[in-house]
């Protein structure tokens, strides 16, 4: 019987180092795919608790105001985006949610005031600056409007850069 040759055979470390570096792909790659879907999750869980503490004060301003149908009972701020830069999705979600804390003074006013109010509202947040991810945003109103109970604003953030602020 005939033994073939020693130097026909890969080297027992070479057939390891292909071996490990399989390894090593393949964790790179579940870990990719791993914190893609878990960031997607995290965005989503931020959305919904930002709409259930919203509909909380919808349902408690419903509830409070259900007997006067000329107050506003309800605030949707609807956010617009820039062509230039456009921003994050849990970026806007919290500045959403920033802009909904200052305008809760809103709710309960009458509907017939709204001209002083929206002067008021204008003044207030008309270039406004919040600060999300330690990064500042602008907020510019663009629209108000009531109906049957229902304030909506649309607004545009625009990310404010240090040099411009004069910092």
Known sequence: MRVPPAHRFRPFYQVASIFVLGMVVGSIVYNSVYHAAYNKLWETNQGQQ????????????????NKQSTVIKEIKIRSEQNDRVPLDPVIIKELVRLMSDDLAALRGRNVFD????????????????????EKDYKVQIRTMLVMEGVLQIWVSFDHVDAKSTGS
């Open 114 to 133: 709204i001209d002083a109010d929206s002067k008021l509202t204008r003044s207030l947040l008309s270039d406004k600056i919040y600060t999300v991810r």
């Open 50 to 65: 930002i709409q259930i503490a919203q509909y909380k004060k919808d349902i408690d301003s419903l509830k409070k105001y």
